[in-house]
């Protein structure tokens, strides 16, 4: 289905210059050409996804009366058929898709388009303080659920609840379910009045199987318009007989517009102002193939860069240890302003909210909009200015890193070739809190003070996709990261600027007397000061050599080329980024930017030191 959206954007139509009717039978005639949809994968069935038929989505956009300043929300976007037709008015959208592969396409064909991963039928609450949609288009599975093997009929009941709740005051909805949801059918009678109880139920009329026969069912199908107004009468328009798309157009024209309707101002509408999801979509693991290296391209400029301003405030401490495990969490030491609340709910446990963070006075370089248009939360802004803050600061003590980069020792005062380590920073946030977004907002920081160079290390090369989006967020280009895997190892790095993406696997990689790390320091320069991200950087936890049970237990070579670069580059600007990374204080061991341990002023003397005092 994403190539007749593409070939329609190609095509052009303009459901606003051509004869409805006209537009309709032209998208019937396309459709009849493509082949029937007859395969499908267990995930598909299970959700029953079924995308919307083109002169389907026409019918319901056409019934949306959508206008350029509206705000549209598919919760169910699918492969956002329905979406583009809401993109002909120019209209502003906000998409959601719970699967991960349909995601990925939405991304793809909608870049910049706030895209959203959650349970549909709990659109609402995921969506809580977030700007409210004026038109609401929806296909929803008609009775599944995820992680419900059986059929659920109550499944599109819950969809439409959420979603009208989640819809603006004089707004409307308009869904395509089951024929037999129904107000006619009396087990969902009462829902329907319930609805028209609390909005207006303009119209709901059966449509004919027939139109999803190119998508492999002849199920019936029924379209329900809701207008979230009072109603002015009891009666719910409801025609029990299915009908044809051109039989159902004049039923769709003679509703009434929503001109007269009572919305918010068009400005509250701009998509850009609201904040793309954070909850993260589970990453499937595609074989990747090698592709030829593009020729290298110019990167993204970033502009309208100001420097980020916000109030130090005093830290005031709770009245003490309460009942509770967690407490809610907001940056407790500075405000931001304009900055808007993280957008999902964050919460620290009781004990660390009991400690005072301390006052930053770091101030990052990022653009006017990354504020304005709430491209990172309150939280967010707080990571980017305490990694800033550590990257200030070096280490105490020069050192002397041998030729290996593996051993490191105490330099003597005055002697050359003596280094000094820049202080390193622990991202330890959990599920939720965006953390690739954070690791772009710290790269873009530095990216804005002519930084332009950076490294992204992470676990598997699918989260390259992760990487683009997070980046892309924030108004940078895809072009700007680069593919590791794409360069033949021991081949000169071909960009001057950009983001270098990697996995462990990769970095650990070498062949004849070649090193992908070698390759990597060749590129940054031994002056390179520019932010690394170890991303999932509990993949390099075992970087020291620890008694098991069954004896010594050999350092990995992860964590060992991890160590590596971060001797190689001392100056670089380390970012430790992981949710679990330490689950054993010895999977701390890769984490020597910290400044736990190191000959000279030091908590700990040495990485066995640290790990044995902390042990016991």
Request: glycine share 6%; with cysteine.
């Amino acid at each position: 289905m994403a190539q007749i959206l593409l070939y329609l954007r190609q095509k052009g139509y303009k459901p606003l210059l051509e004869s409805p009717l006209t537009v309709l039978l032209e998208l019937e005639k396309l459709i009849a050409l493509c082949p029937t949809h007859t395969r499908r994968s267990e995930e598909s069935v299970q959700l029953q996804q079924f995308s919307t038929p083109l002169p389907l989505a026409y019918l319901v956009a056409k019934a949306g009366f959508i206008q350029a300043t509206d705000l549209v929300l598919e919760p169910s976007a699918g492969t956002g058929l329905l979406a583009q037709m809401a993109k002909l008015h120019s209209a502003s959208l906000m998409l959601n898709e719970l699967t991960p592969d349909r995601s990925k396409i939405l991304r793809r064909l909608f870049p910049g388009t706030p895209l959203f991963s959650v349970n549909a039928e709990q659109i609402n609450d995921y969506l809580a303080g977030k700007t409210q949609p004026s038109v609401v288009l929806m296909n929803p599975p008609f009775s599944a659920s995820p992680k419900i093997n059986s059929r659920n009929p109550d499944a599109t009941k819950r969809h439409i609840n959420s979603a009208l709740q989640r819809l603006a005051d004089g707004g409307r909805l308009i869904t395509i379910t089951a024929n037999w949801f129904s107000p006619n059918n009396s087990t969902w009678r009462e829902t329907f009045v319930r609805w028209h109880s609390e909005a207006r139920v303009l119209m709901s009329v059966g449509v004919s199987g027939k139109v999803y026969s190119k998508h492999g069912t002849q199920i019936d199908t029924r379209i329900t318009v809701i207008d979230k107004v009072p109603a002015d009468s009891s009666e719910i328009p409801c025609i029990t007989e299915t009908l044809d798309l051109p039989e159902i157009l004049p039923l769709i024209q003679q509703l009434p517009g929503r001109s007269s309707l009572t919305l918010p101002q068009a400005s509250q509408w701009n998509a850009a102002t609201i904040k793309a999801a954070v909850v993260p979509a589970k990453v499937v693991k595609l074989p990747t193939k090698r592709t030829a290296l593009a020729k290298p391209e110019s990167s993204a400029e970033i502009s309208d860069v100001v420097v980020l301003e916000y109030e130090v405030i005093e830290w005031m401490a709770s009245e003490g240890l309460k009942d509770t495990l967690y407490e809610t969490y907001r940056p407790q030491r500075i405000r931001i302003k304009d900055a808007l609340p993280h957008p999902s709910l964050l919460c620290e446990s009781a004990a660390l909210a009991l400690v005072s963070p301390p006052a930053p006075t770091y101030k990052p370089h990022l653009p006017r909009n990354i504020i304005t248009q709430g491209l990172l939360s309150e939280a967010q802004l707080e990571s980017v200015i305490y990694a800033g803050q550590a990257h200030c600061e070096f280490l105490s003590g020069s050192y002397i890193v041998d030729d290996s980069w593996d051993n490191v020792t105490l330099a003597a005062t005055g002697e050359e070739n003596a280094v000094k380590f820049r202080r390193g920073w622990f991202l330890g946030d959990g599920t939720g809190a965006g953390k690739g977004r954070q690791c772009a907002g710290i790269i873009l920081d530095n990216w804005c003070q002519g930084r332009r160079k950076a490294i992204w290390v992470s676990k598997s090369s699918a989260l390259i996709e992760d990487a683009r989006r997070d980046w892309c967020a924030l108004g940078g280009s895809e072009k700007d990261i680069i593919d590791l895997g794409n360069i033949k190892l021991g081949d000169p790095i071909p960009f001057t600027q950009g983001i270098l993406f990697c996995t462990y696997s990769t970095l650990r990689s070498q062949k004849g007397g070649k090193s992908r790390l070698k390759q990597i320091v060749e590129w940054a320069g031994k002056e390179f000061d520019g932010a690394i991200a170890y991303d999932e950087c509990h993949s390099m936890g075992n970087a020291m050599a620890i008694e098991g049970k069954l004896g010594m237990v050999a350092a990995s070579q992860q964590g060992i080329v991890g160590l590596r670069l971060q001797n190689a580059l001392p100056s670089a600007r380390v970012i430790y980024v992981s949710a679990t990374g330490a689950t054993k204080v010895s999977n701390l061991s890769y984490a020597n930017r910290l400044g736990l341990w190191q000959s000279g002023d030091f908590p700990f003397t040495s990485r066995e030191d640290f790990v044995e005092s902390i042990s016991v």
